[in-house]
């Protein structure tokens, strides 16, 4: 029922997006592809801050900074291969990938934060959007094209 549900509102969202003239500049499944990817990455910051949070009192900062990353990792893993992408087949494999995916996406997000604080002298909600941007960028399409590739 939930996968029939599901499977409806991204048609409609499909139907929205070519209607509003994405397909200009990507394919409308794409899109929504890239929105799913998003929401659920949302859903994994909200996790690995919440977890962090709550370790920080009695854990050391970069033990409970790891155990959030993998927690949120494993989080927007098992949504993005469920229902972003549709890939339930060789889970270790994929998980492995992705962890190397998001691992990679984390340097990205942490060189333009730098780059944006030190080099560009942005402020700082800009220098935090751009990593934000720059590494949700690479985490999604290195999920697309490698750690969830069929």
Known sequence: MIDLSFARVEAALETLARRAGVGRLCRPE?????????????????????????LLGD???????????FGGATWTFALN????????????????RYLGVCTLGYVVYTVVLIAGLRWLAFPYWLASLSAVTGGGVCNFLGSECYAMAT
């Open 30 to 54: 794409r899109a929504v592809r890239a929105t799913e990817f998003g929401a659920v990455g949302l859903s994994g910051a909200i996790l690995n801050v919440a977890l962090l949070y709550v």
């Open 81 to 96: 291969s469920r229902y972003t992408f549709d890939a339930t087949d060789r889970l270790v494999q994929r998980f492995v």
């Open 59 to 69: 854990t050391p900062y970069v033990a409970a900074a790891f155990v959030a990353f």
